[in-house]
């Protein structure tokens, strides 16, 4: 074991021997990797080895925790008789049992503390494929972003978006004028499906306080990497759900952290287990998502490793990034697993000691086919090694201990409550009370408001000075009175005619009337 090094276990020689150490190195931990292998032969072991390792030295680790069984990793291991002889014939000494520092994290906020991220960080592509929409109605949230930003709304969670939903189908014809087609149908169709989110859980994830990535980034005092697990068991059951919120995680990481080149050791090692779902059923775009954030967060300093049964799993153009690899047995019993077992032994450096393809289908359970990057960068040739045991405990760990854990975790009063600030549901809740309030004023006060209205719109038009002014209120109220009897026709008297009026009704000597006369001759030539 070295300190600039992952000890995974050792290797088998043609004589059946164990002697030559297999090892990650870890300026080469944020090349990213993969852990492949049927359901049962090691690949939960390997994650929780590799997570141990990156902790003490110093890195922290996020994980998902899909069966339960990678919370052992938050207690202290036993020293079994099997875990001893395994460690013996790796020549794994000492062979020291001890407990990680642990974060647990659930989006459910049921076996860890709430994650919670906001609509807007999570962004119209996400939350399109979230919710599986088509071209069209995915143009529509693309709208609906856009108009929360033109209009100062706030979206942070559901409500706040389906709020915004409804307002933009009852103004579809002036958006569509603006933005394109805003159809009805399309904005019912998505509210659907924000329902069927709602309904798995999802409001439980929009919200506030939103995930801080720092808190995921954490070390100790000792200078151990914290590990952060995700409790995923409730979570599989909303698999897509579970693929966006690590996408999501993932992109985050992507445009916050600052480039750091090659360290000597990764910032963060964040591992995707069930890393079929992210990919199954993906528009083109998604995908060339994933193959962006892959190539360029490692200049960030982050590894990704994705844990899944099956290579096919991952697009070529992901697996091509992926360095160091460790693949557990798979099953070669229909054409479609030869196929996989023929592309798990075709993606290694061959080894002239043993066919790698006949290799994969014969190793037991602890055992796996490793290549991990060495001197260069450059893949090693492919060994069969025994992986090591844990330090940590193997299984999962009781409801108590992990109340324990999370009552001493050093985020446990920022996520536990909720808050629930002003937001997009809120202002347009204001807006409407406005415009009915408005509408519920008496009909003279909309006579009065409507009669300013024109004054307003009047102001810079040619006006006699001094005609009309000095009225009493009891003339305007004879005025309104007027008003209400004109039939529906009669239009508004223009300014020249209202101030002849204004003379003739404070004229009253006959040298005043000639003068009207003298006017109203000249404007008739």
Same mark, same amino acid.
């Given at each position: ?34 852990v ?37 990793i ?35 906020g ?40 033109e209009e ?99 992109s985050?990481?992507f ?14 090692v ?106 260069k ?10 992986i ?32 629930d ?12 009370? $406005?415009?009915?309030? =408005?509408?519920?004023? #008496? ?5 009065? &408001? @409507?009669? %300013? *209205? !024109?004054?307003? $719109?009047?102001?810079? =038009?040619?006006?006699? #000075?001094?005609?009309?002014?000095g009225? &009493? @209120?009891? %003339? *305007? !109220? ?5 008003? =209400? ?13 209202a ?9 009253g ?17």
């Open positions: 074991m070295a300190d600039d090094s992952i000890f995974i276990g050792a290797s088998r020689k043609p004589d059946d021997s164990y002697q030559r150490p297999e090892q990650l190195l870890l300026k080469y931990g944020n090349r990213h990797g993969m492949t292998g049927a359901t049962g032969t090691g690949k939960t072991v390997t994650l929780q080895i590799l997570a141990e390792g990156f902790s003490n030295a110093g890195v922290p680790v996020f994980a998902a925790d899909i069966k339960g069984d990678l919370s052992g938050a207690a202290i291991g036993t020293a079994q008789d099997f875990l001893l002889k395994r460690a013996e014939t790796i020549k794994l000494e000492p062979y020291d049992v001890q407990e990680f520092p642990v974060i647990f994290w659930d989006l459910f049921e076996q860890g503390h709430p994650i919670r991220a906001t609509v807007s960080e999570m962004g119209p592509l996400l939350l399109s494929r979230l919710m599986n929409l088509t071209e069209a109605q995915e143009g529509v949230v693309n709208i609906a972003f856009r108009l929360a930003d100062g709304l706030l979206l942070l969670d559901m409500k706040d978006l389906q709020a915004l939903l409804a307002t933009m189908a009852a103004r579809a014809d002036e958006l569509s004028a603006r933005y394109g087609n805003v159809n009805k149908a399309s904005v019912g169709a998505i509210q659907r499906s924000l329902l069927i989110l709602e309904q798995q859980g999802g409001n439980n994830f929009f919200g506030e306080p939103a995930l801080r990535i720092s808190d995921i980034m954490r070390t100790t005092p000792d200078g151990r990497g914290a590990i952060s697990v995700l409790a995923a068991d409730k979570l599989m059951m909303s698999p897509r759900l579970y693929a966006t919120f690590l996408l999501w995680l993932m985050e990481l445009e916050q952290l600052p480039e750091v080149g090659d360290p000597e050791k990764p910032r963060l964040f591992f995707f287990d069930e890393a079929h779902l992210l990919f199954d059923e993906a528009p083109k775009a998604l995908i060339d998502r994933v193959e962006q954030v892959v190539r360029l967060i490692r200049s960030k300093g982050v590894g990704v490793y994705f844990v899944t049964q099956n290579p096919l799993d991952i697009p070529e153009t992901v697996l091509a990034q992926l360095g160091n690899r460790i693949q557990h047995a798979l099953r070669a019993y229909t054409p479609r697993e030869q196929k996989a077992v023929r592309v798990a032994a075709d993606t290694f450096r061959p080894n002239p000691d043993f066919d790698c393809f006949q290799a994969i289908t014969q190793l037991g359970t602890g055992e796996a086919l490793v290549s991990t990057l060495e001197a960068g450059i893949p090693a040739m492919v060994q069969r090694t025994l090591r045991p844990p330090s940590s405990r193997l299984g999962p760990i009781t409801p108590e201990e992990r109340r324990k854990v999370m009552s001493a975790s050093p985020v446990a009063s920022q996520y536990d409550t909720a808050v600030r002003e937001s997009a549901f809120e202002m347009l809740q204001k807006r409407a009370a $406005e415009s009915v309030r =408005r509408d519920d004023r #008496p009909a003279d006060d909309r006579r009065d &408001r @409507d009669r %300013d *209205d !024109d004054r307003r $719109e009047d102001k810079g =038009r040619w006006t006699l #000075p001094d005609f009309g002014q009225r &009493r @209120d009891d %003339d *305007d !109220d004879d005025d309104r009175e007027r008003s =209400r009897r004109k039939p529906s026709g009669y239009q508004r008297q223009t300014v020249t005619e101030a002849i009026k204004s003379v003739v009704r404070s004229v000597s006959s040298l005043g009337r000639a003068l009207v006369r003298g006017i109203l001759g000249s404007l008739r030539r």
